[in-house]
């Protein structure tokens, strides 16, 4: 008994799919070509490194915050990578979802960075869960925007990580210091006006000036410039969704113990009242002092 042949090797390529290697072949030896043509100057991109972050736009965006083990993890920002990329030139660099598995749950993503005047590449395959962590435990993503938006999450991660993987360390170092000098600077604003602004900001998104107190481990009134660049640096995370408000002051939380004694506790005895005592509103911003 025979069986017939197949009409078609397992190994055999579509004639698109062999088009479409060739063209990327040969996009990439182009781009080798014209970098190896037109070598970068590092000088020109080490002084359009320092002038860029001066910027305060740039810097308030360099850095990340978001919680890991119970700590704050903390370093330059997928947004300082890129930008330091577009610097060095002759830099590819970007993300690629291979394939998306629904039933399973998963997505198959390749994040890679390549210098290519030196020919030095940096790539990881990695597997991202559609899952998302909340306060009540982790949730199954199946909505397709959910679902972009984790992979895209995930994959500037790794993303950051190629990147600076392929630029020099120096390059690298010299930035963060530069674009930290200027968050703590604070575009030239008076730190009463940057400590005011991020009160209110934060009062906003419902974080208190106490929580800010005890974030930072001292009062108002002693914060520094660096707290004020701190402040900014986690507001900007929990802005883009690195990490939640909860995350970065979590809530207190009052056990029943507590709640029992105080209910138990006696009411506190009357006050007579102060003769010729000016009345104090009774919704004092939290930033604002009584009349004197």
Not at 71 to 94: M, V
């Amino acid at each position: 008994m025979s069986f017939p042949a197949p009409t078609q090797p397992a190994t055999q390529i579509g004639q698109a799919t062999a088009i479409e290697l060739s063209r990327a072949e040969a996009e990439v030896k182009a781009a080798v070509f014209v970098a190896k043509q037109n070598p970068r100057d590092i000088e020109t991109a080490q002084a359009e490194m320092r002038f860029v972050c001066t910027q305060f736009a740039v810097a308030e965006k360099a850095f990340f915050s978001y919680p890991k083990a119970k700590q704050i993890i903390k370093g330059p920002s997928i947004h300082l990578a890129r930008e330091l990329a577009l610097i060095w030139g002759n830099l590819q660099h970007g993300t690629m979802e291979l394939s998306r598995d629904t039933a399973a749950g998963q997505s198959e993503i390749l994040a890679y960075a390549w210098d290519l005047q030196r020919n030095s590449r940096s790539s990881q395959i990695f597997i991202a869960p559609h899952v998302m962590d909340t306060q009540k435990g982790k949730k199954n993503l199946t909505d397709l925007r959910d679902i972009y938006e984790n992979n895209s999450n995930l994959g500037a991660r790794r993303l950051r990580e190629a990147i600076f993987a392929v630029l020099p360390a120096w390059f690298v170092a010299e930035a963060v210091q530069l674009c930290q000098q200027t968050l703590d600077n604070g575009n030239g604003t008076p730190l009463e006006e940057r400590i005011e602004e991020a009160v209110r900001e934060y009062k906003a998104v419902g974080v208190t000036l106490q929580q800010l107190e005890k974030k930072l481990g001292r009062p108002r009134a002693e914060w520094t410039d660096k707290d004020a660049g701190e402040l900014q640096v986690i507001y900007q995370s929990v802005y883009r969704g690195e990490i939640t408000r909860d995350q970065a002051f979590p809530p207190e939380h009052i056990t029943g113990a507590e709640i029992t004694k105080k209910k138990d506790a006696p009411p506190e005895a009357p006050t007579e009242p102060v003769p010729d005592a000016k009345p104090e509103p009774a919704d004092w911003p939290e930033t604002a002092q009584p009349p004197q």
